[in-house]
């Protein structure tokens, strides 16, 4: 079975000490280089989601932004 185009999957294990490895191909496709900090969503029934680097700026900048309300 072949994945469509930019779908992948991959797995990793959990140590210890709850620390994961984010496969290498993982980390080439995504950019991802040591000491980035990744954003991880979780949902009880839906799971974990690490969203893709710049989208705690763009979460960020639309949790905080002001609303318009009429007065200026």
């Given at each position: 079975?072949?994945?469509?185009?930019?779908?992948?999957?991959?797995?990793?294990?959990?140590?210890?000490?709850?620390?994961?490895?984010?496969?290498?191909q993982a980390r080439e496709i995504f950019g991802i280089k040591p000491g980035?900090?990744?954003?991880?969503?979780?949902?009880?029934?839906?799971?974990?989601?690490?969203?893709?680097?710049?989208?705690?700026?763009?979460?960020?900048?639309?949790?905080?932004?002001?609303?318009?309300?009429?007065?200026?």
């Open positions: 079975m072949n994945a469509p185009d930019g779908k992948y999957a991959w797995t990793a294990t959990v140590g210890e000490k709850g620390q994961i490895v984010i496969p290498k980035d900090t990744l954003l991880l969503l979780g949902d009880i029934r839906r799971g974990i989601a690490i969203p893709p680097k710049g989208a705690f700026a763009d979460l960020f900048d639309a949790a905080f932004q002001e609303k318009d309300n009429g007065s200026e």
